[in-house]
């Protein structure tokens, strides 16, 4: 799949009178995902990560920009057609499972149904495909005559990755899939996602506020920061990040093979009604200058193969500390 341009903006209420506001959701989102690859996509809360996952499942018609799925413009095709063709090779895996399922609907009824809608084999064959997809999760046959309810968290969250796979998409977007977890499930459904795209060659986008989770899913990191993508970096060379945003992020995480210095933001975000001039986050950077609220910087190539960020002053190598004399000069 892959973007080019793609832009979302929102109707929201308030402004002057008889006038409707805009909300930036997306703006200028380019993106390509290849066969078997796992696109990581992290940022903070509202930075657009949601938005860009619902235009890749089509739950989200983009304002403006193309959207390309094995060639094929989707918005140039029928409703219908690119519904059934988005609905038959893209899974979503939602943020939380015990509001993704119906919960008057046992677990057999819940996994059946897109077999059901899409029309796939007989009755018998759709009832041995359920059952197929049950053990590819580890669930217990017992699981199939449970509501959701009666399942804990863990489970909730295989019975909706199983239906994301029913059908055999060949893209799988999960969306903050651990979020609502505890910890010690965690762990098990990251390891099963990573199992699952090895066993069945799954293009995957996974979508995160943790970086460091991020980092161990993907083999490249998209960061995001108010509907912008910032920065596309390789995870293995994401600890040599060159934008200052990602690297406040990295800094944010605990980690003991890349040990940082904490970077702390100042000020709040800025609002999605009215994003600031030339590169967002130069309201909240230590080393913005008049010249970031010019334009937003186009995309540079770093010195790893397909590593590019839109910065005017990146950090680099040479920078001891990446920000932590700034820092240091900040804070009481």
Same mark, same amino acid.
């Given at each position: 799949m892959e973007l080019r341009d793609v832009h979302v903006r929102l109707p929201a209420r308030g402004g002057p009178a008889?006038?409707?506001?805009?909300?930036?959701?997306?703006?200028?989102?380019?993106?390509?995902?290849? $066969?078997?690859?796992?696109?990581?996509?992290? !940022?903070?809360?509202?930075?657009?990560?949601?938005?860009?996952?619902?235009?890749?499942?089509?739950?989200?018609?983009?304002?403006?920009?193309?959207?390309?799925?094995?060639?094929?413009?989707?918005?140039?095709?029928?409703?219908?057609?690119?519904?059934?063709?988005? !609905?038959?090779?893209? %899974?979503?895996?939602?943020? #939380? $499972?015990?509001?993704?399922?119906?919960?008057?609907?046992?677990?057999?009824?819940?996994?059946?149904?897109?077999? #059901?809608?899409?029309?796939? %084999?007989?009755?018998?064959?759709?009832?041995?495909?359920?059952?197929?997809?049950?053990?590819?999760? !580890?669930? &217990?046959?017992?699981?199939?005559?449970?509501? &959701?309810?009666?399942?804990? %968290?863990?489970?909730?969250?295989r019975v909706a990755i199983a239906r994301a796979l029913m059908l055999e998409p060949s893209l799988l977007v999960a969306d903050e899939p651990t979020s609502a977890l505890d910890v010690s499930v965690r762990a098990q459904i990251l390891n099963l996602l990573l199992d699952l795209k090895d066993r069945l060659g799954l293009s995957m986008v996974f979508v995160s506020h943790d970086i460091q989770t991020v980092r161990r899913m993907s083999d490249r990191v998209v960061t995001m920061y108010l509907g912008r993508i910032v920065e596309d970096v390789p995870a293995a060379a994401l600890a040599d990040t060159?934008?200052?945003?990602?690297?406040?992020?990295?800094?944010?995480?605990?980690?003991?093979?890349?040990?940082?210095?904490?970077?702390?933001?100042?000020?709040?975000? $800025?609002?999605?009604?009215?994003? &600031?001039s030339g590169c967002p986050f130069r309201t909240r950077c230590w080393r913005a200058t008049d010249a970031c609220g010019e334009a937003m910087p186009p995309f540079t190539p770093a010195s790893e193969p397909g590593h590019l960020f839109r910065c005017l002053h990146p950090i680099t190598d040479t920078d001891t500390g990446a920000g932590s004399a700034v820092l240091q000069e900040k804070t009481p």
């Open positions: 008889f006038r409707r506001s805009v909300v930036h959701a997306l703006t200028g989102a380019d993106l390509a995902i290849a $066969p078997g690859e796992t696109v990581g996509v992290v !940022g903070e809360s509202g930075c657009g990560k949601s938005t860009l996952a619902k235009v890749l499942i089509g739950l989200q018609k983009p304002t403006s920009g193309t959207v390309l799925f094995e060639g094929s413009d989707l918005g140039s095709l029928p409703r219908k057609e690119r519904a059934a063709r988005l !609905g038959a090779s893209v %899974g979503m895996v939602f943020q #939380d $499972p015990s509001t993704a399922l119906n919960r008057r609907l046992t677990v057999h009824s819940v996994l059946r149904d897109p077999l #059901d809608v899409h029309r796939r %084999g007989t009755p018998a064959e759709r009832d041995e495909r359920v059952r197929e997809l049950m053990a590819l999760v !580890g669930l &217990p046959p017992s699981a199939a005559a449970a509501l &959701p309810g009666q399942l804990s %968290g863990g489970q909730r969250q060159r934008h200052p945003y990602t690297r406040a992020l990295l800094s944010a995480t605990p980690s003991l093979l890349d040990p940082m210095e904490p970077i702390r933001l100042e000020g709040p975000v $800025p609002s999605a009604v009215h994003p &600031p």
